[in-house]
């Protein structure tokens, strides 16, 4: 490019390290860029769950907006925070090769966990988080938890939780993983946790032809299949759904569950499919759930969001 690439990202430190690495990445194949910070809805408004805003893709729209208006060429996000379906004229140019895909408990000692019946409050502002928690820990209260990842490790040593949720990933990327972090291996993830994603304006070739470069082509894969599972299931409602897809040799093996608001209910999947039939894999498998109690549970969930309990 004749000019330098602008990136556009959220300016938390998370969100900048993401930024950063793009850009370290895109120099050393000989491509100019700049970095644009803004500052998105979801990091403004931090009384409120993000299931209440009721704004899809809360965290992306404002650089959703920064790129149809030609501020910016190229936008870096978190993938798990992209709505499963781009603005119009706005497209997928390269998911980067992804990081550690699981949860984390930050925790004030780990012993409430060891008596099933014992009582605890933990933090997280994810409903997927909250309902996969509370299936496991039936007796434990789950508090709601909002801002970047240096606000909320914060706000849990100021508070009388026993731990908090996170994703692993973006704490090992600015080095504040605690040492005795327990990993929670159970906990289905996020569609798309611990991957980057890039997203430019498909009239903008030479934006879409220089971050196309540094796709990573297992972790498109894998990621396709689970926002594929969530994009089938979803509805346009927000529920807690997680999928992971893992790819090894010529295999892919797949997870994914759906649960009731307060974790009451869970339906599981998991199948594993060749590389060379992957085509509609995470629809094929939300279809399955939807077919097996998931319609069911879905309208649930959107009877639950659209009345809730005061």
């Not at 973006?170 to 946790?193: F, N, Y």
Request: charged share 25%.
């Amino acid at each position: 490019m004749n000019k330098p690439l602008r990136i556009g990202t959220r300016d938390s430190e998370l969100a900048m390290w993401q930024a950063e690495t793009v850009q370290a990445q895109l120099a050393r194949l000989g491509v100019d860029s700049v970095l644009h910070p803004v500052k998105s809805t979801g990091d403004i408004i931090l009384d409120k769950p993000l299931y209440e805003l009721g704004i899809t893709g809360i965290f992306t729209k404002t650089l959703d907006i920064a790129l149809i208006n030609g501020e910016i060429d190229i936008a870096v996000h978190s993938m798990k925070d992209v709505p499963t379906a781009l603005p119009k004229g706005m497209v997928q140019t390269a998911v980067l090769e992804r990081e550690v895909t699981n949860d984390v408990l930050i925790h004030k000692g780990d012993h409430f966990l060891l008596d099933e019946n014992g009582k605890a409050t933990i933090a997280t502002g994810s409903l997927r988080r909250k309902a996969q928690w509370l299936h496991r820990y039936k007796n434990h209260t789950v508090t709601d938890l909002r801002g970047n990842v240096n606000t909320r490790l914060i706000k849990l040593i100021e508070n009388d939780w026993q731990g908090a949720i996170f994703a692993q990933a973006g704490l090992k990327r600015i080095k504040l993983l605690p040492k005795d972090a327990m990993e929670l291996d159970w906990m289905v993830p996020a569609p798309a946790q611990g991957a980057m994603v890039i997203v430019a304006m498909q009239e903008n070739q030479e934006a879409v032809n220089a971050s196309s470069q540094l796709n990573h082509l297992p972790s498109e894969q894998a990621t396709t299949i689970e926002r594929e599972f969530l994009r089938t299931l979803e509805g346009g409602c927000t529920a807690p759904i997680g999928a992971l897809a893992t790819i090894k040799d010529q295999t892919v093996y797949f997870k994914g569950c759906l649960h009731a608001l307060d974790g009451s209910k869970e339906l599981v999947i998991e199948k594993e499919t060749t590389l060379a039939q992957i085509a509609n894999f995470g629809k094929r498998c939300a279809q399955e759930i939807l077919d097996n109690g998931g319609k069911e549970l879905m309208q649930n969930i959107k009877d639950e969001q659209n009345n809730p309990v005061n």
